[in-house]
């Protein structure tokens, strides 16, 4: 094993083999079954879903299966806190009442914007100190400076890799003969 992967907590290499293995088995069920723990979820991928997401982010995003998909891509390229971001801000921007926005804020802060945070994005120092100012006084757009920044760099960094993987390859491959 090499050494990068050995410094990892074995959760996030369980976590890996096992979207892997997820991948696999959704590869190879004519259905596109994929099994999950204890329970079984089917999922029809509709001929035109994974040529939808090639047309834009945002399409892959707000599809649950394209987002399935591209999460574990992430995890696979050990970045999925990116897209755990994303989605933290999502969900915080709905957030009601917004009592619970202050603590609700610290939390997504405290995981993945501070420095030395578990789950820390790539955030230039500005943002990082824009963001923590916001804090201060909680509102649903605390983090939207944040937010754009790694929406924007998923976009053009993680988005066209995911684009040319195997999997999101062998999929359209998959639907288009289905």
Request: with cysteine; glycine share 2%; aromatic share 10%.
């Amino acid at each position: 094993m090499c050494r990068e992967l050995e410094s990892l907590p074995i959760t996030c290499l369980e976590r890996a083999k096992e979207l892997k293995a997820l991948f696999r088995s959704f590869l190879q069920k004519p259905d596109l079954s994929i099994s999950h723990s204890h329970k079984i979820d089917k999922i029809r991928l509709n001929m035109d879903e994974p040529l939808k997401w090639r047309q834009s982010f945002e399409n892959l995003l707000s599809n649950q299966h394209g987002l399935c998909l591209f999460r574990a891509f992430l995890v696979s390229e050990f970045s999925e806190e990116n897209i755990a971001f994303y989605l933290a801000c999502e969900d915080y921007r709905i957030t009601k009442p917004s009592s619970k926005l202050s603590a609700k804020a610290k939390k997504i802060y405290e995981e993945y914007v501070c420095s030395d945070a578990p789950r820390e994005v790539n955030l230039d120092h500005e943002t990082k100190a824009i963001t923590k100012q916001n804090l201060e006084r909680p509102s649903q757009s605390c983090f939207s400076l944040a937010q754009k920044k790694i929406y924007a760099l998923m976009e053009k960094d993680c988005y066209p890799r995911f684009l040319k993987s195997i999997t999101y390859l062998e999929i359209s491959r998959h639907v288009k003969a289905g």
